[in-house]
């Protein structure tokens, strides 16, 4: 029966373990916007945490034998039932023009740190104690870690599917208190037997690796730096391609849980397969279709592609999982003998910590875009195409270099080429798909040479990613907590634009004369103007905008309004003052004030009843904030807004259909609505700088939306199975999403 029930408290442990980490970074989502970031930074927390837990058993280990580290782990258990149910700590409100990393570390240290360290100890422990356990399978514990990732994959996609819909937070927390609970049980379970036995008749060495294993040394060596600065790598790489995807695909829909974890759940399943006794995916074949892959990702991140949403997120995804495969299989054909597993685990940990670490703390503050991914992905096309002989690393010739310099030099002509050229709008992606083939197709010949092969894809990468492309020549970059910022104009340069991530967030006119336009999505024919102009004054003439950007609506500022505009990214207010690029806030006839934080936490310390229109237009790349979508903070809107005032919520979106969500949310609150789809009517208006746009606008007192029913552009909207009403608790993207473009 000892088997059964150290495979189940592995399990337990690891269901635990990755269960808290979408649950606690949910509960602090809110309080920074939304931002991928949360996870990211939530992750390399979560990494050093583990790291720290690897290290410890370690050191008792090794320090005091299994006997008296089995004390000293019962003691360390005990601790996080102190720090339950797991919550945010109350009067926790983040920087509001600082960097919130340091900030947001501290929160997790406070609300998960010691819960979270409990349970990250237990993988490595657990097989040290059964290594030593007189188990016919002791010799080769690794098994038991196959058990643990299953057991943290299917927390991780049981959370946003199953955990988040059905339970509150507050519900959530205290389950898991009673999961925990359960496994400290089942751990006493584990260790008296070993307690009762006296000194492990196994903790002396073990028996040798079977050999079906391909490590070639004697299995009680201990392992050589060379070694040990290999599993850092093939640790490194597999991570910080993890978040450079998770980051990838999360820009331009949603930060949620569900987009969160499956990268994560895939880099588990990695593991899952390498570790298990038997082979499901063979190592060769993974090395084989690593180079198709890194073509398909070379297309997409070259060209800048983010259409069909589904193809991008499938090849994107299996081109990650199948180089962690090629990483991680590497990884598990190196292990050691079982009285070097705990040093085996801190080596992963730490390449682990530091994958994540060089894209959440470094990898922001060095690069102005996310430079990161494709850095990840040269790096796991070059370590997994080399198998176990890395001596090829060291007969590197001039062909290897000199092959992806060429490559890299076609692929800034081509593009440079394309952008001349100018081909018509809505060619203009295909022809560079087409262009960037030609080099991905020579670099694909060039896989049977690792490392010249990766080198390739490094350069045509980095060829491609500086070259301007849909988004025009870039003339400010910025880079924050919040994403990447850049100031572009159009190819006939007659717009400065501002973009974040893959979306337009605004443009001004470069014409003197036209200056004081607001274009994009805010243009005079569009429902912001149509707004403006049928209202003559709000009450109080007061405004509140959530979200800068250009700060576009300010053109419509009259002498004597007091405008408020809540904006969470310090940058974003700098872009909008920098008068190189826009003036909308120095042109303003009203008197505007931006306040930075978090429009949610800054809206709670304004008087009820302030505002006369509040626009909610915050984004990050495509995606709107959801707790800003959510009957709670509708409620919030509700309290600040004049009673004849109108809220005005901007949801245009590519992926997303959120209209039926916004109808839901106004009908829960007994509020009013319309909506509006606003296209292009003409040519002319194209030209002029509009784009298209949907808006949904709101009231408490049915009379504020009369000047608008009598224009046949807005009306209501209307759904045969509305989506339920989002709140902080809850979210579903799957109700909202557009499966059909």
């Given at each position: 029966?000892?088997?059964?029930?150290?495979?189940?408290?592995?399990?337990?442990?690891?269901?635990?373990?990755?269960?808290?980490?979408?649950?606690?970074?949910?509960?602090?989502?809110?309080?920074?916007?939304?931002?991928?970031?949360?996870?990211?930074?939530?992750?390399?927390?979560?990494?050093?945490?583990?790291?720290?837990?690897?290290?410890?058993?370690?050191?008792?280990?090794?320090?005091?034998?299994?006997?008296?580290?089995?004390?000293?782990?019962?003691?360390?258990?005990?601790?996080?039932?102190?720090?339950?149910?797991?919550?945010?700590?109350?009067?926790?409100?983040?920087?509001?023009?600082?960097?919130?990393?340091?900030?947001?570390?501290?929160?997790?240290?406070?609300?998960?740190?010691?819960?979270?360290?409990?349970?990250?100890?237990?993988?490595?422990?657990?097989?040290?104690?059964?290594?030593?356990?007189?188990?016919?399978t002791?010799?080769?514990?690794?098994?038991?870690?196959?058990?643990?990732?299953l057991?943290?994959?299917?927390?991780?996609?049981?959370?946003?599917?199953?955990?988040?819909p059905?339970?509150?937070?507050?519900?959530?927390?205290?389950?898991?208190?009673?999961?925990?609970?359960?496994?400290?049980?089942?751990?006493?379970?584990?260790?008296?037997?070993?307690?009762?036995?006296?000194?492990?008749?196994?903790?002396?060495p073990?028996?040798?690796?079977p050999?079906?294993?391909?490590?070639?040394?004697?299995?009680?060596?201990?392992?050589?730096?060379?070694?040990?600065?290999?599993?850092?790598?093939?640790?490194?790489?597999?991570c910080?391609?993890?978040?450079?995807?998770?980051?990838?695909?999360?820009?331009?829909?949603?930060?949620?849980?569900?987009?969160?974890?499956?990268?994560?759940?895939?880099?588990?399943?990695?593991?899952?397969?390498?570790?298990?006794?038997?082979?499901?995916?063979?190592?060769?074949?993974?090395?084989r279709?690593?180079?198709?892959?890194?073509?398909?990702?070379?297309?997409?991140?070259?060209?800048?592609?983010?259409?069909?949403?589904?193809?991008?997120?499938?090849?994107?995804?299996a081109a990650?999982?199948?180089?962690?495969?090629?990483?991680?299989?590497?990884?598990?054909?190196?292990?050691?003998?079982?009285?070097?597993?705990?040093?085996?685990?801190?080596?992963?940990?730490?390449?682990?910590?530091?994958?994540?670490?060089?894209?959440?703390?470094?990898?922001?503050?060095?690069?102005?875009?996310?430079?990161?991914?494709?850095?990840?992905?040269?790096?796991?096309?070059?370590?997994?195409?080399?198998?176990?002989?890395?001596?090829?690393?060291?007969?590197?010739?001039?062909?290897?270099?000199?092959?992806?310099?060429?490559?890299?030099?076609?692929?800034?002509?081509?593009?440079?080429?394309?952008?001349?050229w100018?081909?018509?709008?809505?060619?203009?992606?295909?022809?560079?798909?087409?262009?960037?083939?030609?080099?991905?197709?020579?670099?694909?010949?060039?896989?049977?040479?690792?490392?010249?092969?990766?080198?390739?894809?490094?350069?045509?990468l980095?060829?491609?990613?500086?070259?301007?492309?849909?988004?025009?020549?870039?003339?400010?970059?910025?880079?924050?907590?919040?994403?990447?910022?850049?100031?572009?104009?159009?190819?006939?340069?007659?717009?400065?634009?501002?973009?974040?991530?893959?979306?337009?967030?605004?443009?001004?006119?470069?014409?003197?004369?036209?200056?004081?336009?607001?274009?994009?999505?805010?243009?005079?024919?569009g429902?912001?103007g149509?707004?403006?102009?049928?209202?003559?004054?709000?009450?109080?003439?007061?405004?509140?905008?959530?979200?800068?950007?250009?700060?576009?609506?300010?053109a419509?500022?009259?002498?004597?309004?007091?405008?408020?505009?809540?904006?969470?990214?310090?940058?974003?207010?700098?872009?909008?003052?920098?008068?190189?690029?826009?003036?909308?806030?120095?042109?303003?006839?009203?008197?505007?004030?931006?306040?930075?934080?978090?429009?949610?936490?800054?809206?709670?310390?304004?008087?009820?009843?302030h505002?006369?229109?509040?626009?909610?237009?915050?984004?990050?790349?495509?995606?709107?904030?959801?707790?800003?979508?959510?009957?709670?903070?509708?409620?919030?809107?509700?309290?600040?807004?004049?009673?004849?005032?109108?809220?005005?919520?901007?949801?245009?979106?590519?992926?997303?259909?959120?209209?039926?969500l916004?109808?839901?949310?106004?009908?829960?609150?007994g509020?009013?609505?319309?909506?509006?789809?606003?296209?292009?009517?003409?040519?002319?208006?194209?030209?002029?700088?509009?784009?298209?746009?949907?808006?949904?606008?709101?009231?408490?007192?049915?009379?504020?939306?009369?000047?608008?029913?009598?224009?046949?552009?807005?009306?209501?909207?209307?759904?045969?199975?509305?989506?339920?009403v989002?709140?902080?608790?809850y979210?579903?993207?799957?109700?909202?999403?557009?499966?059909?473009?």
């Amino acid at each position: 029966m000892l088997l059964p029930v150290f495979i189940l408290n592995s399990f337990l442990c690891a269901t635990l373990l990755f269960w808290v980490q979408p649950m606690f970074a949910r509960m602090a989502l809110p309080l920074l916007g939304g931002s991928p970031g949360v996870w990211t930074t939530a992750m390399v927390f979560y990494q050093a945490a583990l790291l720290a837990g690897y290290a410890y058993a370690h050191a008792t280990f090794a320090r005091f034998g299994v006997r008296r580290q089995t004390w000293i782990h019962l003691g360390i258990l005990i601790l996080p039932f102190f720090f339950l149910p797991v919550a945010v700590p109350e009067g926790w409100l983040p920087p509001a023009d600082t960097n919130p990393v340091p900030w947001l570390f501290l929160l997790l240290l406070a609300g998960v740190g010691i819960p979270f360290f409990a349970v990250a100890t237990s993988s490595p422990v657990l097989q040290r104690w059964f290594s030593t356990t007189d188990h016919p399978t002791a010799h080769d514990p690794y098994f038991l870690y196959a058990a643990s990732n299953l057991g943290s994959m299917l927390a991780l996609l049981s959370y946003p599917l199953i955990v988040e819909p059905l339970l509150t937070l507050e519900d959530q927390g205290r389950l898991w208190s009673w999961g925990y609970a359960a496994a400290f049980i089942l751990t006493l379970g584990c260790a008296v037997p070993l307690l009762l036995r006296g000194t492990p008749s196994n903790d002396s060495p073990p028996q040798p690796l079977p050999s079906a294993s391909r490590q070639k040394e004697k299995s009680e060596e201990r392992p050589s730096w060379a070694r040990r600065g290999l599993w850092l790598t093939l640790t490194f790489i597999p991570c910080s391609l993890m978040l450079g995807v998770t980051t990838f695909i999360t820009t331009d829909l949603a930060s949620i849980p569900l987009l969160w974890v499956i990268p994560l759940a895939l880099y588990l399943l990695t593991f899952i397969l390498v570790f298990s006794r038997r082979r499901i995916l063979p190592l060769p074949l993974a090395r084989r279709l690593l180079p198709i892959a890194a073509v398909a990702i070379i297309l997409i991140l070259t060209t800048g592609s983010n259409e069909p949403l589904p193809l991008i997120l499938g090849f994107s995804l299996a081109a990650f999982f199948i180089a962690a495969m090629c990483c991680h299989g590497e990884l598990a054909a190196t292990r050691p003998a079982a009285r070097h597993l705990t040093e085996f685990y801190l080596c992963l940990s730490l390449g682990g910590f530091l994958g994540g670490a060089f894209n959440a703390l470094l990898a922001p503050v060095v690069f102005t875009s996310v430079a990161e991914y494709p850095i990840a992905v040269t790096l796991a096309c070059l370590f997994g195409l080399l198998g176990p002989d890395h001596r090829r690393l060291r007969a590197i010739n001039a062909g290897d270099v000199l092959v992806p310099a060429g490559l890299g030099l076609l692929t800034a002509l081509l593009f440079l080429a394309s952008n001349h050229w100018r081909p018509a709008e809505d060619a203009h992606t295909a022809v560079r798909t087409i262009l960037a083939g030609i080099p991905a197709l020579l670099c694909y010949l060039c896989s049977r040479r690792p490392v010249r092969f990766g080198l390739a894809v490094g350069a045509i990468l980095f060829a491609g990613h500086g070259i301007a492309g849909d988004h025009g020549r870039v003339l400010h970059a910025e880079r924050s907590f919040f994403g990447v910022h850049r100031v572009t104009t159009d190819r006939d340069e007659r717009f400065y634009r501002l973009v974040h991530g893959n979306t337009f967030h605004g443009k001004q006119s470069r014409d003197p004369a036209r200056r004081g336009e607001a274009l994009a999505y805010y243009h005079h024919t569009g429902p912001m103007g149509q707004v403006f102009e049928a209202v003559d004054s709000f009450p109080e003439n007061r405004i509140a905008l959530v979200g800068l950007g250009t700060g576009a609506l300010a053109a419509y500022g009259k002498t004597g309004e007091k405008w408020t505009a809540y904006e969470i990214d310090p940058a974003v207010e700098r872009i909008a003052r920098d008068t190189r690029y826009f003036t909308y806030l120095e042109d303003s006839a009203a008197e505007i004030k931006v306040v930075l934080g978090d429009a949610r936490l800054m809206l709670e310390n304004t008087p009820d009843r302030h505002y006369g229109l509040i626009v909610l237009d915050a984004y990050s790349s495509d995606a709107i904030p959801v707790h800003l979508l959510t009957r709670e903070s509708l409620r919030l809107y509700r309290e600040k807004l004049a009673p004849d005032g109108l809220l005005a919520f901007h949801i245009s979106n590519r992926h997303l259909d959120l209209p039926p969500l916004l109808s839901a949310l106004a009908e829960d609150a007994g509020l009013y609505y319309l909506f509006q789809d606003d296209t292009i009517a003409s040519a002319e208006e194209a030209d002029e700088g509009k784009l298209p746009s949907e808006w949904v606008i709101m009231a408490e007192c049915e009379s504020a939306l009369d000047p608008f029913r009598r224009d046949p552009r807005w009306q209501s909207v209307g759904s045969e199975d509305p989506p339920r009403v989002w709140t902080d608790n809850y979210s579903s993207l799957f109700e909202v999403f557009r499966w059909r473009h």
